[in-house]
């Protein structure tokens, strides 16, 4: 069974035009304008279970406009959207129960005088969690998120390292099978957004749950996402492997090497060197050959082969488009 089936999928919104000045704001209360903001223009894709896709694009491309309609908070243009089997916008208990959106912009909601317990609680109600399921969760929870001493804190009080780790235990509290995650890692710091990363490949080890992850930090949707789906203008750019996006895009690799005397120029072009360490560009096809020659030539110490740094690529194909 595909748990994301998204056929043709259209969004467009009609957003009120303002112009500066007072004169223009007395205006539009007499005669509003709108201009029509197509968000979403003929989306098609598959996600099958257990599958973790990046879902990327340069700002404004589309992402949460997707993740919202496919988790039922927006109804679409057009188009046909299935997860799991249901029409998301629907809203069905049945479904809502299955699917957990998380937005690190904004990762817990409700009242910020409760406290995580209570959150917790609250959430064990609402999705009819039955108290046994709910205690064993609980206690994974704790363990992968490190809850243990956040969970008398009130959510107000909370860092922002803190409340994403305490809005992916509310939204996975009662385990979806489907989670779309909105820039999980947004604001925080290195090893935060590491561990968040640890995290997130812990649960959909475990659980074996479909994943949608849009994110602007290329650590994430590299060492998470084995699938990439690109977004650009509404429209999807790519779809398929990210080492294949790499390929596509970049016809080179990197040799990193350190040898006493350096790899002299006939070797491929230079890009990086400091300290008897060197860092070559050579074209992909001659990778095999050009590393014989290296070892075969020098006194190596040390050789590694490497695929481009994905910022570089995904940076080109947002400049650059993939048409
Ligand atoms: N409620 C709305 N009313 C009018 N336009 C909207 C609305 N929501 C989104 N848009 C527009 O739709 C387009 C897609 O927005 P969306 O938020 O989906 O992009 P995104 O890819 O998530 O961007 P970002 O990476 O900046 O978060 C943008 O042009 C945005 O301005």
């Not at 909370?158 to 939204?171: D, F, P, Y």
């Amino acid at each position: 069974m595909t748990v994301i089936d998204v056929s043709g999928l259209s969004m467009s919104f009609r957003a009120p035009v303002r112009k500066s000045g007072l004169r223009a704001a007395f205006g539009s209360l007499v005669r509003r304008e709108y201009r029509e903001v197509q968000a979403l223009d003929d989306v098609s894709f598959a996600i099958e279970p257990g599958e973790v896709v990046g879902f990327i694009g340069p700002n404004g491309a589309g992402k949460t406009t997707t993740m919202k309609i496919l988790s039922g908070i927006l109804h679409p243009t057009s188009g046909d959207v299935r997860v799991l089997e249901s029409v998301p916008w629907q809203r069905r208990t049945g479904f809502l129960k299955r699917i957990a959106f998380v937005r690190g912009s904004q990762p817990v909601g409700g009242s910020q005088e409760l406290t995580v317990m209570d959150s917790l609680e609250y959430q064990r109600l609402l999705y009819d969690v039955p108290q046994p399921d709910f205690g064993s969760t609980l206690t994974v929870l704790e363990d992968l998120l490190r809850l243990t001493p956040l969970l008398e804190r009130q959510l107000r009080a909370l860092s922002l390292g803190e409340r994403m780790r305490v809005g992916l235990a509310l939204a996975l509290i009662y385990r979806p099978e489907v989670l779309f995650l909105d820039e999980p890692t947004i604001g925080l710091d290195v090893t935060a957004a590491g561990q968040i990363r640890e995290f997130v490949s812990d649960y959909v080890t475990e659980t074996g749950a479909t994943v949608l992850l849009t994110s602007h930090y290329m650590a994430d949707v590299g060492s998470l996402c084995p699938r990439l789906i690109l977004i650009d203008q509404g429209r999807v750019e790519y779809d398929g492997p990210l080492a294949e996006l790499s390929a596509r895009l970049s016809p080179y690799k990197l040799i990193r090497i350190t040898a006493r005397g350096g790899p002299g120029p006939d070797f491929g072009e230079v890009v990086e060197s400091s300290d008897g360490m060197w860092v070559l560009r050579v074209p992909r096809d001659e990778v095999a050959q050009t590393t014989s020659r290296l070892l075969q030539a020098l006194d190596v110490v040390d050789l590694a082969v490497e695929e481009p740094p994905l910022e570089k690529v995904i940076d080109r194909a947002y400049r650059e488009g993939l048409r």
